[in-house]
């Protein structure tokens, strides 16, 4: 598969079989993650890999769509670094990054993997900060939950002409 079918045939996986997924392809998910570009390379992550079944089931409450949690193998909580960042305003930015290469190394790993945004809602920011005991400078941006798929998604179109632009807008 080329890298454009490869990323437009990724999808949100929200079911997965209850297969563990092993440490090793959760450390390459990692991995990945901080293979993500970010401002001046300052890569301000930390990640908190999650594999306990009841700390799994906690995390479902503390986010409204966080329903699937509970039968995944993992969740990983990508953490912003306001101290390691180039500017607070680009954290999240670089957070963004990291979290989408989790998703597009799941993909490619034959898992399945779906976003669970946390920035910036400051009640689900609130919630993870007060559970994992955060430091002052260190804010939850995503969670991402990991499984093996126990569903497939068909590709839907999404390119949209009409949005492009060319040198200037509405020109």
């Known amino acids: 598969m080329n890298i454009l079918d490869f990323i437009m045939n ?3 996986i929200r079911r997965y079989t209850g297969e563990k997924v092993s440490v090793e392809m959760l450390h390459d998910l990692l991995k990945a993650a901080m293979y993500a570009p970010s401002a001046v390379n300052k890569q301000p992550w930390h990640f908190i890999l999650v594999q306990d079944a009841a700390t799994l089931s906690d995390l479902s409450g503390l986010h409204p769509y966080a329903s699937m949690l ?3 193998s993992a969740a990983i909580v990508v953490c912003g670094d306001e101290n390691l960042a180039n500017t607070p305003a680009y954290w999240p930015v670089d957070c963004a990054a990291a979290t989408e290469n989790i998703l597009l190394a799941a993909h490619g790993l034959g898992l399945g993997a779906v ?5 910036p809602r400051p009640e ?4 993870l900060a007060e559970y994992f005991h955060l430091p002052v400078n260190i804010h939850p941006f995503s969670m991402v939950s990991v499984g093996y798929p126990a569903e ?7 390119f949209k002409p009409e949005r492009i632009h060319y040198e200037k807008w509405g020109v």
């Open 115 to 119: 976003w669970l945004g946390v920035y």
């Open 70 to 72: 509970p039968k995944a």
């Open 124 to 127: 689900r920011i609130n919630a």
């Open 152 to 158: 497939q998604k068909t590709r839907p179109e999404r």
């Open 10 to 12: 990724r999808r949100s």
